[in-house]
């Protein structure tokens, strides 16, 4: 072997170059991160044919003395840490010292820089990281930088680069992702000449995401909350404004745009059975935490980070967009046609498609570390919750609550559990207590109260949805019109109607009050047993999970010859829907989802609860659409079907009179 050498600068700055500088996109996000750390207020990027031969970053920053320009290139060079320990307690975009080194030494670079005061500003130009002329120049104050030719010296880099037009968006892409990661900073991007983006820099996160993704996206709900010191905020889209990918989820840890799992699982958690599958929410959140509690030198790039406790981060992202999605009204308006599109503002480039089922390729660990989140989230004043439990009655009367899914006008239909929602620091706009509270819904019997708090609830939680429904001004009475194509119950209140998806809205309302008990499903013994046929590797994985089927209402048996015989099926599901839904029970158990308990629970909540519901098509009688009417117009959170769909559109006297004309 060879004897060891070590390498030359140059050798190493390039080997560097390599993690750091893989293509322009990285370029100009290494040097708006210098732009903003030097405290620039304004910053413009230009580039020509996708950045490969012309990229150029204008910042007004506090720019560089003289002697500072010329080190600033060198390999570990930086103005942003000094001793070791300050690596715990990052606060600026940049510590690592690397970034020009390693883009000087692929391209020719022009530096312009001039500290304010300054009488004379520098200039200075690199061939390949080597300073090849250096004058005093008359500039502005502040930083401009330009790369040329990049990757000039490196053919094997050049070739990994995609034509100038996939380069060029993915630099937009990486402008965009820094305007929304630092909406104080006004930043206008020009490409081959035209402007393709400016935002103002008026600091609001909102204004930001309006410039980068135009109208569409300013109509996501608000999110802001606090948790732990640890501190939400931003925007995410409602269940029925899913996305067909993830490549609009876009999360900051402390203004840095971090990929992170971990953070992804939170933010989907919040949409759970409120999506349809292949279903994505967007988001713009941005997390901000104490320095000391993630590590962001983990990655040349700081593209990912690691948190010190996985489980607040999870808590607090999980959380806060549940309360979001909670706290905003959501009946989507009917779309009549437009006659013209507006013009769509450019979107990041389109990137690999993520892995559909995310969730399944977690390492058991995480998933272990997830549902512990999820179980171990703080409980309010359990003391109070058990004092609770202790004065409900052990025995929940055989009434005919899961019997009779749509009861007889005025009848109750029950409530969703209330979901254990964690202490929190109080601040200016408090998350409401989850699900919300159905602030419209008339006092509940007394008799119903054992089935609507659940028994770790504490009464006080359930006085505080009483009191709210109080303060609310009273909504105007509705009146059951009819219904639309055996498929739509039409209500009117006041000036607005309201469509119903009959079946998607019966759905929603079986499925929670399956869900609500967290118990055993009830199940019905049949008179004669059912049996059903399935693939040998479905009947096999159906005998494998009989204790969690028995607990899902499911008796089932080996029959021989890849059939199963079922004995009891679930309360709600009629015999003959029974075999279709053990078979995607089955189906359900094959594709993987039986890692998550709540999830296999939930899917077959979602199967029974359709099997079980009235469908479009049918003929329903009145009694029952009202009920079902009854329940959409008095709770606030029936908003999606199971799998996403919307439960209800608005329709408003203004609309209508628009398509009449008489506005
Ligand atoms: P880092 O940002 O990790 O410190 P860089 O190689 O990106 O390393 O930059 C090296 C140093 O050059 C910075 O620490 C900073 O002092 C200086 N610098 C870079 N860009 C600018 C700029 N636009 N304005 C002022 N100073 C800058
Ligand atoms: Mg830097």
Redesign the pocket.
Known sequence: MPAIIQLPTHIANLIAAGEVVERPASVVK??L???V??G?TKVTIEIRDGGMTFLRVT?N????EPE?AKT?FLRH?????RRAEDLGEIS??????????AIASVSRIDLM?KPAGALFGTSLHLDGGVITQQSEAGCPD??T?IIRDLFFNTPARMKFMKSDTVEGSRVTAAVQLQALAHPQVAIQMVRDGKTVLTTPGDGSLQTAVYCVYGRDFAAMAPVQSKWDGYTLSGYVSKPTDARPSRNFQTFFVNDRPVKSRLLISALEEAYRNQLMVGKFPACVLHLTLPAHAVDVNVHPAKTEVKFLSEKAVFDCVHYGVLAALNKTPDRPDVQFAKPHREAVPEKPAAQAAPKQNFFRTMTPEEFKSFSAAMQDAPQPQPQAAKAAAAMLPKHIPETAVLHSPVMTPGGEIPLPPRKPMPQREEEAAPLPPLPEAPVTAPRPEPAQAPREAPAEQPPETQQEGVQQALDMPPAPEWRLVGELYRTYILVEQGEEAFLIDKHAAHERILFDKLKANQETISGQALLSPLAVRLTPTAAGELLANGAMLEELGFQIEEFGDSTVLLRQIPMDLSPEDAAEAVESLAADLLNGRREQKDTVRDELLHTVACKAAIKAGWVTDTQELYAVAKAVMEREDLKYCPHGRPICVSLSKKQVEKQFKRT
């Open positions: 290494e040097l991160e210098n732009a750390d030097a620039a910042d920053g506090c720019g560089m500072d600033a060079a930086t103005s942003k840490l600026t975009m940049g510590f690592r010292g690397e970034a020009l080194a820089t502040g930083t930088i």
